[in-house]
């Protein structure tokens, strides 16, 4: 039975991987049916995902599948690879999985034509292997492996249409600034490897529990919080979230699968795997990070025009609640806002792809090349010509805004109930965390019905465009109708409840509360959520209610003038806070990217420049200088005048001489006997 | 056959570089196809010879019990041996020195400038590079250091770019000046050790009982440092790199990738080989330095590397960067960790070979681009010839015209920017792994090359592959037949040890472990 499952588990693992390598090798032969290729393999893929979330149901006491073998090692230094497949995993599989298929799906039709459709479904297919690895790995750095491989599906899909210099710029950004943070979760993990000395997730959760950390709990609340900067990064949380409303540069359906659904809940994923070793200081800080995300980039959400960035950094903001939801220490909530999101805003992500196809189209059609088919503004009343994106996306809307009977509602709600009893454990500074929680809250119904009212209702904004304005094809509505289905309660809460607002269900079976080994008391976290959860329950509704209503007044009976409140809240510049998204890039520009490359221009003058050309050709240069130097005294000194000199001498004594040279015999005599007495008295001295 | 195939893979390119020469006598020296012919035959033998050494060799066995070792007798009077071994620190050099050497004569297919003297040339050095990792007598190891160093001179200061005699001389006297250091080192090991020898073997168990002073230092001390300044200059240690972007950058393709691919290999295994089993005790307290210096290297070369508009020279940095990760494991080997020790010394050997694999395969690909469009500016520099053109990007958008060259650049780049499952990921994550378990904030400053190596690369991509495409490119050619036969092994050892590392650790371990062990004894 393992034996089978872990083939299974290696087929879904590496059945999409497949399809890029065939994909890549043989696209170009392949061309226009490269769909099916990839359909079939994702398609197999889904189909063991789905047998594998079957065994959720069914309670063995452990884990579905754990498996492990040895991939190198060296005496004690040894790293495995394995798979481990508990309920969680199980479900994120089924999410990952369904979603990527809808999403190929979805794409045969929104990348029709496009001359480098092949490539297109390659990505796609290792991005989805990549993420099943994350899921599927039993230990971090498998997991960071596959984290990084992620990180380069995205890159490629976010530049797939590379030619465009904003594409070009987004997808380095995106995988630079994950890896900032991946440089902390590496930190983490080695961390955690020196200490325990294993990367086995199960085996570091051991030995937290055996004290491995005993007497320094302080180095593992670093080890955890260094671990969570991966998840900063990866799911796009304050500071790092720059990179996510960019990556809106790839196509729709990439960013419904990558930067809604899966990938950027990765982060929120790897904390549910790692969260028994997270201490309670640890958390304490993910719950604050994951506040201010929420509540930033919601603020943010209201004020962009651009449909696509509203939904960008609505998911900045819904992570934040899943990240906030962990640091709380409401585990199960947490995963269960990941599981409802990914199918709520991958389906609105797929909206917007199907009215940016329309208006793309229809711009095309009337060869206007200057309307930007983003943006909200160049739309209205598309809800009579395309009926059902109007109606998928307002049943996500509904979810995302956490209205009763859609899932948003069941998932936010035991968020929010996490973050009041957190406070009501905590208290003080802590009341900014249901703060945050509720006031999102608010806002993201109000953001989210602006978007609604802005794109299909109203007058259009351009009658010519709209006249040419068509629903999306078969293919591309299909996956919304399934995705809107899934955004109802219902669908969670089977076969325990069939109240809807009552988040008893399969869910809450299959992931039940786990103990934490690093010392939060899981019993009293989970009695605090249960105490508040009526009341927080009755603060969302009210405040899901204000946001509507407040969208209502603005945007669909223009009650009152938004551009007039608008210029109201810019006394404080307020409005252009949110527009320049507080200005964090400008920030990071000013004082982190052009410092560090005006540093690393003067590096290279100082490494070239001044060290090399003038401290080491110095030498050089002292050398040869030194060498004239003694060229000359070899020469001038000691050739020219000491050697030449005795030259000169001799000769000059030699003209001299020769003089005596004249042949008379007696003075040859008179020279030898001078010469020999010389001798006598010179030898006589010795 | 056994004893005879370590003697073979120094002197078949030898053997090579005369058959040349009796073909030039014979045909003329015109005739280039003659001595390519021969150069790829050759270094094809040779490179068959290491897959048969390869496929027997026996990773357990030390020198001494190695069935190809060689020992004898050279010049008596002086107790010099011609004494050839391989174990699991050089068989990784053997077969990169093999592989790139094969590579480098395909890639050089199209050198037409005096084809004798190249292709003689490149075997001479192929020779002395295998000699450097096979000799186990130091003398010998230290005559085929200098016989390396002549052919290098040569094909930079022949074949070079525009700066090449310029460069060619810096890298001489560079590398001359370190051998210096090292010659000193040599004598000194010879008259202090008793009985007097230069067997490396010998030696480890000898100079351990050397305590005579100089100058009030100890001689081992000395002589540490000494050979220290001979290695440093090789990996090259910064400061003493910048012979490294300038030879790099003016040397042809295929010296390049040698340069980078092996030369630099030789400085880390010099440490490895000599330095460390002879001197533990100088290198247990020299650890925390060289480890500064590795930080040093990986931060000061990404550093550099990011700021260059020169591409070949931006690969030249990286190297230095890479190197950086070689000496942060190698300082591990003091850890008291022993998964630290082990990750460290392992990591850092197999950084030394990927390294190798990476590094030639961004040369060869830098090479071709500049054979196609004879320049290889990321931007222009502000006194370009042109000057319309200063400052402008020197290419731009190529991703959509050469597609398959721009698949293996972005393979490549990732490969040099440490992507999992490319080879250099498992390497570095090792050094880390080591380095972090004794030098803790060190290696955090470190961890920064994990940023800075992708920013150069990414940032590079971008600006010559990515965007519209500039059309002066319009008719680039995509990459050759040829150009592929060079680059997929490379590429294929990228990817199949970044999946599968097990058999290239599995290879060199034991003797890790070795070296590991005679350090920790002093500790």
Not at chain 1, 42 to 56: D, M, Q, W, Y
Not at chain 1, 245 to 268: C, F, N, Q, R, Y
Request: aromatic share 14%.
């Amino acid at each position: 039975m393992e034996n089978y499952s872990t083939i299974l588990a290696l087929l879904n693992l590496f059945l999409p991987l497949l399809s890029f390598v065939i994909l890549i090798f043989f696209g170009k032969k392949i061309g226009n049916s490269a769909h099916w290729v990839a359909l079939t393999l994702i398609g197999s893929s889904l189909g063991i995902a789905v047998s594998f979330f079957a065994n959720v149901f069914v309670d063995t006491g452990g884990p579905i599948l754990e498996t492990s073998v040895p991939w190198f090692s060296t005496g004690s230094f040894s790293v495995n690879l394995g798979f481990l497949i508990n309920n969680e995993a199980a479900i994120m599989l089924l999410v990952v999985a369904l979603i990527s298929f809808l999403v190929h799906f979805y794409s045969v039709a929104y990348m029709k034509g496009d001359p480098r459709y092949s490539r297109y479904f390659a990505y796609l297919g290792i991005f989805t292997f990549s993420m099943n690895g994350i899921v599927l790995a039993d230990n971090l750095l498998m997991m960071y492996i596959f984290w990084e491989l992620v990180g380069l599906s995205s890159y490629l899909l976010i530049g797939f249409w590379f030619e465009k210099e904003s594409a070009a710029d987004a997808c380095k950004k995106a995988f630079l600034t994950n890896r900032v943070g991946d440089i902390g979760m590496f930190i983490g993990i080695m961390i955690l490897f020196l200490s325990i000395g294993t990367f086995q997730i199960n085996g570091l959760i051991d030995g937290v529990h055996n004290g491995a950390f005993a007497g320094n709990m302080g180095l593992l609340t670093i080890a955890g919080i260094l671990v969570f900067m991966g998840a900063v990064g990866k799911s796009a949380q304050f500071p790092l979230h720059i990179w996510l409303p960019d990556a809106m540069e790839g196509p729709t359906p990439v960013s419904a699968l990558i930067h809604a659904a899966t990938m950027v809940a990765a982060g929120v994923y790897m904390l549910v795997r790692i969260f028994p070793i997270l201490t309670p200081g640890a958390l304490e800080f993910i719950a604050v990070v994951g506040g201010i995300t929420a509540i930033m980039a919601a603020i943010i959400a209201i004020t962009q025009n651009d449909i696509k960035r509203v939904l960008a950094y609505s998911t900045v903001s819904q992570l934040g609640y899943m990240i906030m939801a962990l640091g709380v220490g409401a585990y199960q909530a947490g995963f269960f806002h990941l599981t409802t999101h990914a199918m709520f805003k991958a389906c609105l992500f797929l909206c917007s792809g199907s009215v940016i196809h329309a208006m793309h189209h229809a711009l095309h059609e009337l060869k206007d090349h200057d309307t930007d088919p983003q943006d909200m503004r160049n739309m209205g009343g598309l809800r009579d010509k395309m009926p059902i994106t109007f109606w998928t996306m307002l049943i996500a809307t509904l979810a995302i805004s956490g209205v009763p009977f859609f899932s948003g509602f069941l998932s936010k709600d035991a968020i929010l109930a996490g973050t009041l009893s957190y406070y009501h454990l905590h208290h003080g500074w802590t009341l900014f965390l249901p703060i945050a929680g509720f006031g999102a809250a608010v806002i993201t119904a109000f953001y989210m019905f602006r978007l609604i009212f802005l794109t299909f209702f109203g007058k259009p904004a351009n009658d010519k465009v709209y006249a040419h304005i068509h629903e999306s094809p078969i293919q591309m509505t299909f996956p919304l109708i399934l995705l809107a289905g899934l955004s109802f309660a219902l669908f969670f809460t089977l076969p325990l409840s069939v109240n809807p607002i009552d988040n008893h269900g399969w869910f809450t079976e299959a992931v039940p509360m786990i103990e934490n080994a690093a010392g939060l008391d899981m019993h009293v976290v989970e009695e605090g959520i249960h105490h508040a959860h009526y009341t927080a329950m009755g603060i969302s509704l009210m405040v899901a209610a204000i946001g509507i209503f407040l969208a209502v007044l603005f945007y669909l009976l223009r009650k009152v003038d938004a551009a007039k409140v608008a210029g109201m809240a810019n006394k404080l510049k307020l409005y252009n806070l949110s527009f320049n998204k507080f200005y964090i890039d400008e920030i990071y520009n000013i004082i982190i990217y052009k410092p560090f490359l005006a540093l690393s221009w003067l590096c290279s003058k100082l490494d070239w420049d001044i060290y090399d050309q003038k401290f080491i050709d110095g030498w050089g240069w002292l050398t040869i200088k030194l060498s004239d130097k003694s060229g000359e005294v070899d020469y001038n000194w000691l050739d020219q005048k000491v050697v030449d000199g005795f030259g000169k001498i001799t000769q000059y004594f030699g003209k001299t001489l020769q003089s005596t040279q004249n042949g008379v015999v007696q003075n040859y005599l008179l020279g030898g006997m001078l010469g020999v007495l010389l001798l006598i008295i010179l030898i006589q001295q010795f | 056959m056994e004893s005879s195939i370590l003697t073979l893979l120094i002197f078949v390119p030898v053997a090579g570089a005369v058959l040349m020469l009796f073909f030039a006598m014979l045909y003329g020296k015109e005739n280039a196809h003659y001595y390519k012919w021969i150069a790829a035959i050759t270094t094809g033998i040779q490179l068959v010879l290491a897959g048969i050494l390869y496929l027997n060799f026996d990773p357990a066995l030390s020198i001494t019990e190695s069935p190809f070792t060689v020992q004898l007798n050279w010049i008596t009077h002086f107790n010099i041996q011609y004494f050839l071994g391989v174990d699991g620190l050089s068989i990784p050099m053997v077969l990169l020195t093999a592989l790139l050497s094969f590579i480098c004569i395909i890639s050089s297919w199209k050198i037409e400038k005096q084809a004798l003297g190249y292709f003689s040339l490149f075997l001479l050095l192929d020779a002395g590079m295998m000699g450097v990792f096979l000799s186990m007598d130091f003398f010998l190891f230290y005559i085929f250091w200098e016989v390396m160093l002549l052919p290098m001179y040569f094909l930079i200061g022949i074949w070079g770019g525009p700066q090449r005699m310029y460069a060619a001389i810096k890298f001489f006297l560079y590398t001359l000046f370190g051998s210096v250091f090292m010659l000193l080192a040599l004598l000194a090991l010879y008259y202090y050790s008793d009985p007097h020898t230069f067997s490396l073997i010998t030696l480890i168990q000898t100079v351990g009982s050397i305590d005579a002073t100089l100058w009030g230092l100890s001689v081992k001390y000395l002589i540490w440092m000494a050979l220290f300044i001979g290695f440093a200059i090789k990996v090259p240690i910064v400061p003493f790199h910048t012979w490294l972007p300038l030879a790099h950058v003016e040397a042809p393709t295929a010296v390049s990738v040698i340069l980078a691919g092996v030369l630099l290999k030789m400085g880390t295994y010099g440490f490895l080989r000599i330095s460390y089993p002879l001197l533990p005790g100088e290198m247990v307290n020299f650890a925390y330095i060289l480890a500064v210096l590795g930080v040093i290297n990986i931060i000061w070369g990404a550093t550099n590397a990011i700021a260059q508009i020169d591409l070949k020279k931006m690969v030249a940095y990286s190297s230095v960067s890479h190197m950086g990760y070689v000496l942060l494991g190698i300082a591990a080997a003091i850890s008291d960790s022993p998964a630290g020790a082990q990750a460290g010394m392992n990591g850092a050997l197999m950084q030394m070979f990927n390294h190798g694999t990476i590094t030639a395969m961004l040369f060869l690909l830098v090479g071709m681009l500049y054979d196609r469009t004879h320049h290889r500016w990321i931007v222009f520099p502000n006194d370009y010839e042109k000057p319309e053109l200063a400052g402008q990007q020197g290419f731009g958008g190529l991703g959509a015209k050469v597609p398959v060259y721009t698949g293996f650049v972005a393979f490549a780049f990732f490969a040099g920017l440490g992507l999992p499952a490319l080879s250099g990921f498992i390497s570095e994550a090792m050094c880390f792994i080591g380095g972090f378990s004794v030098f803790r904030t060190l290696t955090i400053i470190a961890t920064l090359g994990i940023l800075l190596n992708a920013i150069y690369f990414l940032r590079a991509y971008q600006r010559i592959f990515l965007g519209p495409l500039n059309e002066t490119y319009k008719d680039l050619p995509d990459i050759t037949h040829r150009e592929l036969f060079t680059i997929i092994p490379l590429a294929a050892l990228i990817l199949f040890f970044g999946v599968y590392p097990a058999p290239l650790l599995d290879m060199i371990s034991p003797a890790m472990d070795g070296i590991i062990k005679i350090v920790q004894s002093v500790i």
